[in-house]
């Protein structure tokens, strides 16, 4: 058991780095220069002067800021004060320095003033090489730069989303298992008769229908025959429970409404091939009831398959999250990542790019693991 | 008569082997009423896709009378209502089909055809070209579909092409790995052995005689791909990052404007819905009756 769950642990290590790797390819194939990419205004063709690219180069660490204060100034200005200035310049924050630096503005230094004039500043291109095992080194510390619309740490922008989005996630799960399996057993146990039929129409319109399109049906009849709709204001689940619940029930069932489709169809076949089985019959002939053979003979052995549907559909979830946010309107990750790639906030889009991936490779081991847990087969293999 | 073709040689005249599809798609039929029922609206928007000019009473991107004729409800002149611009829904509708089909048959046979050849190469290779190229997908793998496709179009922009790339690229690892499965099962068969023992090249052993039998997974996997990428590109135009307006898409088409307006005229949602979910459910039924047909294995299951 424990060197399967370390050679697991062991893919998934290599696996996120892999990812790492291939977000920061992606975001260095952009056609053209990113930096001027980004300053572009969608829709509109501002004038972007050759400063605010150097400036946007060194926030998506593309190049760096090279400072020196000009020793023949400054020595004998300050005396015994200019080892302690090289020291508070090399501290200050880059960007801000470079904007300092080419507005004219004084630079405070930790306490020393300096003028622009008495400094150089050089924007030096970061080689390729170097840029790869800095982004590497600043992903395994969740350092990911500011965000490029609100000059804020990226990781408190999306510390600040991620509360929806996993209440959303969490609900949804919960919805679908508890919806899919009973269905799915459901149609099992009266194949081919009303229930079955009945569970099979809903799990292929639940696969047929696009979340954001179940979204808008919620939110049109909620409006047309209720006139009523979920509160706009987010509040977190643990100060109003029962507004967030009303708040975030629906996007949920979005959200489910697919994986109920899917789930239970998983779970029904499944379950008729298990059903079909010598042990069952054996049951069946021992005079057990038919609620014991459905709920603990057959289900242990149908439970398996469906839970790897389960793990590998999460990240089908969190992809159905992202427009059933922007339908509902919700401040969620998903609407989050939308902006950002809107305003080609590069820094927030690789960041909510890894940070995804990650979740969905911890939740593809985590059900890993739990079928090895469930299937002693997979152990000892 | 020496020199003659045998009659059972003879290739069969075009008239002939018209008949004889025509029969299969009969039994077909027969058997799978549901499936059929998927293949005829599969048919349907296709035919709607390729006719469009002539099927649509009004260009999809005209303002009717001027825009005069705005949120007027589903009649006898507007089957399904006009918009708040006063464009004719329906042909809207006829016309999305166009990308809507366009997109979902290019990027799955994009992604599942790139997905395919890199698993026949690697896994026909094995060692380590098997391991990278695994790794490879798991790492793709790991990201949301919609959220590579979102990204993607970030990266390049928006235009037809990119989509068609973006939403490809999505099922590259579903269709690696089940091809990749079917590779290594035929891989140990005598009859590649055999090929390899009277000196194939390794790139003939691969087509002519490994690839033949991958097709049924492959079929498979690529019918069942169709439907979530023609959900991937509505859900893109929904988010504002398919083919730029006024340019009909049934993703954009019921929201934006359509959300704005849907109490006063539910129609402008709806009809747009309608069509991406009818389209998805006859792709659904097509590719699970395909599925029971050519795996052996799920007869008599779902």
Redesign the interface.
């Known amino acids: 058991m424990w060197s399967y769950v370390i050679k697991r642990l062991l893919?998934g290590v290599?696996?996120?780095y892999?990812?790492a790797t291939?977000v920061f390819f992606?975001?260095r194939?952009?056609?053209g220069d990113p930096a001027r990419v980004a300053l572009s205004e969608p829709g509109r063709d501002a004038k972007v002067s050759e400063e605010m690219v150097k400036a946007m180069r060194v926030k998506l660490g593309f190049a760096e800021v090279i400072v020196m204060p000009k020793r023949s100034v400054l020595e004998p200005k300050l005396g015994a004060k200019y080892p302690q200035l090289i020291e508070a310049l090399q501290a200050l924050d880059r960007s801000a320095l470079l904007g300092a630096y080419t507005s004219g503005a004084p630079i405070n230094a930790g306490g020393i003033i300096v003028r622009p004039s008495e400094i150089d500043v050089e924007v030096r291109n970061i080689p390729l090489l170097t840029q790869y095992i800095q982004w590497m080194w600043n992903s395994t510390r969740f350092e990911f730069g500011n965000s490029l619309k609100v000059n804020r740490p990226v990781v408190d922008e999306w510390l600040r989303y991620f509360p929806v989005t996993a209440s959303i996630v969490i609900l949804a799960a919960v919805m679908t298992v508890v919806v899919a399996i009973p269905l799915g057993i459901l149609s099992a146990i009266r194949q081919d008769r009303m229930a079955d039929y009945i569970g099979?129409v809903v799990s292929?319109?639940g696969?047929?229908?696009?979340?954001?399109?179940v979204a808008?049906?919620i939110?049109?009849s909620l409006?047309?025959w209720f006139g009523w709709l979920p509160p706009l204001e987010y509040v977190p689940v643990w100060e109003a429970p029962w507004q967030s619940m009303k708040q975030i029930f629906f996007p949920a069932f979005a959200v489910a409404f697919a994986q109920i489709g899917l789930m239970a169809?998983m779970t029904?076949?499944s379950m008729?091939?298990v059903l079909r089985e010598d042990y069952i019959r054996t049951a069946w002939s021992k005079g057990l009831g038919e609620r014991v053979i459905v709920l603990k003979h057959a289900l242990k052995n149908a439970f398996l398959p469906v839970l790897t549907v389960f793990g590998l559909q999460f990240?089908?979830?969190?992809?159905?999250l992202?427009?059933v946010e922007?339908?509902f309107n919700l401040p969620g990750l998903g609407n989050y990542?939308?902006d950002s790639?809107?305003f080609?906030d590069y820094n927030s889009?690789q960041a909510?790019?890894f940070a995804?991936?990650i979740f969905?490779?911890l939740a593809?081991l985590l059900v890993d693991l739990a079928y090895a847990w469930f299937n002693p087969r997979i152990r000892y293999q | 008569m020496p020199g003659s073709t045998p009659a059972y040689v003879t290739s069969s005249s075009f008239a002939e082997r018209l008949w004889r599809i025509a029969a299969a798609t009969l039994i077909f039929a027969r058997r799978k009423p549901l499936g059929a029922a998927g293949g005829l609206i599969v048919v349907g928007m296709l035919l709607a896709a390729i006719f469009a000019p002539y099927l649509a009473p009004y260009p999809p991107e005209e303002f009717i009378d001027g825009g005069s004729a705005r949120l007027k409800p589903p009649s006898l002149e507007f089957p399904m209502g006009t918009d708040n611009l006063g464009r004719d829904i329906l042909s809207r509708v006829i016309y999305g089909a166009r990308l809507s089909m366009l997109v979902g048959f290019l990027s799955t046979i994009f992604g599942t055809g790139v997905g395919a050849l890199l698993a026949l190469f690697s896994a026909y290779a094995g060692g380590i070209w098997d391991l990278i190229v695994q790794?490879?997908m798991?790492?793709?793998?790991?990201?949301?579909?919609?959220?590579v496709a979102?990204?993607?179009?970030?990266?390049?922009?928006r235009s037809v092409p990119n989509l068609i790339i973006a939403i490809g690229i999505v099922v590259i690892p579903s269709t690696a790995r089940v091809v990749r499965s079917a590779v290594l099962a035929v891989k140990e068969t005598e009859y590649v052995q055999a090929a390899e023992a009277a000196g194939a090249s390794r790139l003939r052993i691969v087509f002519q005689h490994i690839a033949p039998n991958c097709v049924a997974p492959y079929l498979i996997i690529a019918t069942a791909s169709l439907?979530g990428a023609i959900?991937t590109e509505?859900?893109l135009s929904?988010?504002?990052?398919g083919v730029p307006p006024p340019a009909p898409s049934w993703?954009r088409d019921?929201?934006g404007s359509a959300?704005k307006f849907?109490?006063l005229a539910?129609w402008m949602?709806?009809m747009p819905?309608i069509a991406?979910?009818l389209t998805?459910?006859g792709f659904?039924?097509l590719g699970?009756a395909i599925r029971d047909v050519l795996d052996p294995r799920?007869r008599g299951?779902?």
């Open positions: 893919l290599v696996t996120i892999g990812v291939l992606l975001m194939i952009v056609p099979r292929i319109a696969l047929s229908f696009p979340s954001f399109w808008m049906l939110i049109l409006v047309i169809r029904r076949s008729l091939e990240g089908f979830a969190i992809g159905g992202v427009v922007r339908a990542l939308v790639v809107v080609r889009v909510t790019l995804t991936a969905v490779t593809n | 790794r490879l798991d790492i793709l793998w790991s990201f949301p579909s919609l959220i979102i990204v993607i179009i970030a990266v390049l922009g439907g959900i509505a859900s929904f988010l504002g990052l993703g019921l929201f959300q849907a109490e539910p949602p709806i819905g991406i979910s998805v459910y659904n039924l699970d799920l299951g779902w």
